[in-house]
């Protein structure tokens, strides 16, 4: 891995060498954010992933990108194909040490960038560990980021974002969930991310960017683009690393998800829900297939009724046939839901009071 910290080390000098103090404010149509919180055991994966941006620049394209990769510095970093030809990076500020992986810091830094890079609209990568809406008060557990051991509660999270961004991307694994989807819905109106983990690798940067930055083409269209590029890349390679999932969501439809769902719980006040054959997402994380614990709890009836709402909610999903072999996809919709079944990851009380729980009353449906 030395000659991948050699590169980029030679890229961070190229950044360095044109730091402007004081870049002129001009006002955008559109303008991409890629927040790395990688001061984790990730950094190494962060850093070929900066240079896939680097390489994955088009003409007259660029990217923000803060980059917190520890060793008491982080930087916010412009990457352009300047006049069209030449790659052109600048540090636009250099920060001391800072914790990612806070809602304060990403408050912060988002701010930052929309004040110095004002736009119609916005798109933004939150790019780290990730494991859907679980609490950070589990070690074993966090819902997104990890600068030394500190986390994002995904509540904390959607508070912390200072305006409504148009597309939010996760590079970061089960952030594909209903509870996710549901603390973001007033907060992005398009939502991409995987239902299971995300391999370290990542996102192809070299190949979405170009797609991303693509103006001409509507934000739906790049989107779905993006998702098919995702798997495309993944389905090429043999073996474990034979594994991806990928949904895009329309948040402006996840009302009639949560009214779904609400009357299907309703409906059948004295079932509950449970995992017992119902495909997992995750080896370990109670995270599993929303429909396929409607049906095998409700009954196939109550499962088409979710798969037509799923429709106009769910724009785009693929997946591979496995995750690293030994997660068995048969029974994929798209989307996951907790059941709680490992004591682990019992928390009733933080999960009654997500939004998803609190509008369909899903928590009663799985607490005792």
Not at 250 to 267: A, G, K
């Amino acid at each position: 891995m030395k000659h991948y910290f050699l590169l980029y080390s030679c890229i961070l000098c190229a950044f360095l060498s044109c730091c402007k103090k004081n870049p002129e404010v001009i006002q955008h149509s559109e303008t991409l954010i890629i927040y790395m919180a990688a001061d984790n055991n990730l950094k190494s994966n962060a850093l070929l992933n900066v240079y896939d941006m680097v390489e994955g620049i088009g003409p007259d394209q660029k990217v923000i990108v803060f980059f917190d990769k520890g060793d008491k510095s982080s930087y916010l970093m412009e990457i352009n194909k300047k006049n069209g030809v030449s790659i052109h990076q600048q540090v636009v500020k250099q920060y001391s040490d800072m914790n990612s992986a806070s809602s304060s810091t990403l408050h912060f830094i988002l701010k930052e960038v929309i004040k110095r890079y004002p736009s119609e609209q916005y798109g933004l990568i939150l790019w780290s560990h990730g494991t859907s809406w679980f609490p950070s008060s589990k070690p074993q557990t966090k819902s997104f980021g990890i600068d030394k051991g500190a986390t994002i509660e995904i509540n904390d999270l959607a508070n912390a974002l200072p305006t409504k961004f148009k597309y939010i991307l996760f590079d970061a694994c089960l952030m594909g969930s209903v509870e996710v989807a549901s603390e973001l819905q007033n907060h992005t109106d398009y939502l991409l991310a995987s239902p299971t983990d995300i391999l370290k690798t990542g996102m192809p940067y070299k190949e979405i960017l170009p797609i991303l930055l693509n103006y001409s083409q509507t934000v739906k269209a790049r989107l779905v683009e993006v998702c098919k590029t995702y798997i495309a890349h993944y389905k090429q390679n043999k073996g474990e690393l034979q594994s991806a999932t990928i949904a895009l969501y329309d948040l402006n439809n996840i009302e009639l998800v949560q009214h779904t769902m609400s009357e299907i719980i309703t409906d059948y006040p004295k079932v509950k829900i449970g995992a017992e054959g119902v495909q997992r997402l995750h080896k370990e994380a109670d995270c599993y297939d929303l429909v396929d614990a409607i049906e095998k709890s409700y009954g196939e009836d109550s499962a088409i009724k979710m798969i037509k709402t799923l429709n106009s909610f769910i724009l785009y999903t693929d997946h591979t046939d496995r995750f690293q072999q030994s997660l068995l996809l048969k029974r994929f919709h798209g989307i996951s839901c907790y059941i709680p079944v490992d004591k682990k990851t019992y928390f009733p009380d933080f999960y009654s009071a997500l939004y998803w729980s609190r509008i369909t009353h899903y928590n009663e449906a799985i607490f005792p």
